[in-house]
T-cell receptor, first 110, second 113 residues
C-alpha cells in the first residue's frame, strides 16, 4: 500500500523567513513524488516533481529515499506563497494511481 | 481554452435527490479521475478511467456511478444524495503511463441539505 504523510496541517511563517513543508511516504516500489498547490479558490496545480529536479517559484524538493521524505523548501517566503500544499505519490508499474497527503496550509504573515 | 472543465461549479440539493457532475478535458489525455475533497481538505481518489474503462474504484458507495462516453469525458452521477456527500469534487486527467502529472478542473462544490 502507498501512503503519504504530511504532519503539519498549518504552517505559519513570516514573510522572508525560510519555509519547509514536510512530506514522508511509504511505498514498496520506486516512487515518483510530486508537490501540488491550491491557491485560494483556484484549482489544484502541479508545483514540481522530483524527477525534474527543478525550482519553481523558488521552491525545491529533494527526494531522500533513506528517510523516505520529499520535503518542500523555499529560502524566503512571500505572501503570494500562502496556499494549500499537497504532497503526492504516483505508483509505478501498470496504471497510475496517485495518492495525496492530507495537505498543509501555508500562511505567510506580512 | 480551459484544459479540464467541470460543470456545474456549485450544486445545492436536498437529501435523496439524484445529481450529475460533468467533466471534459481537451488535453488529449486518455486517463481521467474523480477526487473528493472533504471539509478538512483531505483529497481522496474515487475513480480512474483509462480509455473509457474503469481501472480504479476506491471503495466508493454504489450510489456513485461514473460514466465515460469517450476518453475526453468522465461524468459522475450520484443517487440518493446524503449529507455526508457534501464536498468539493475534482475531476482530473493525465496521459496514461507512469508518473504523468495530473491536470485538475476547478472543482464542483456539492452541498446536500
Amino acid at each position: 500500500a502507498q501512503r503519504v504523510t504530511q504532519p503539519e496541517k498549518l504552517l505559519s511563517v513570516f514573510k522572508g523567513a525560510p519555509v519547509e513543508l514536510k512530506c514522508n511516504y511509504s511505498y514498496s516500489g520506486s516512487p515518483e513524488l510530486f508537490w501540488y498547490v491550491q491557491y485560494s479558490r483556484q484549482r489544484l496545480q502541479l508545483l514540481l516533481r522530483h524527477i525534474s529536479r527543478e525550482s519553481i517559484k523558488g521552491f525545491t524538493a529533494d527526494l531522500n529515499k533513506g528517510e523516505t521524505s520529499f520535503h518542500l523548501k523555499k529560502p524566503f517566503a512571500q505572501e503570494e506563497d500562502s496556499a494549500m500544499y499537497y504532497c503526492a505519490l504516483s505508483s509505478s508499474g501498470g496504471y497510475q494511481k496517485v495518492t495525496f497527503g492530507t495537505g498543509t496550509k501555508l500562511q505567510v504573515i506580512p | 481554452d480551459t484544459a479540464v472543465s467541470q460543470t456545474p461549479k456549485y450544486l445545492v440539493t436536498q437529501m435523496g435527490n439524484d445529481k450529475s457532475i460533468k467533466c471534459e478535458q481537451n488535453l488529449g489525455h486518455d486517463t481521467m479521475y474523480w477526487y473528493k475533497q472533504d471539509s478538512k481538505k483531505f483529497l481522496k481518489i474515487m475513480f480512474s478511467y483509462n480509455n473509457k474503462e474503469l481501472i480504479i474504484n476506491e471503495t466508493v458507495p454504489n450510489r456513485f456511478s461514473p460514466k465515460s462516453p469517450d476518453k475526453a469525458h468522465l461524468n459522475l452521477h450520484i443517487n440518493s444524495l446524503e449529507l455526508g456527500d457534501s464536498a468539493v469534487y475534482f475531476c482530473a486527467s493525465s496521459r496514461s503511463g507512469e508518473n504523468s502529472p495530473l491536470h485538475f478542473g476547478n472543482g464542483t462544490r456539492l452541498t446536500v441539505t
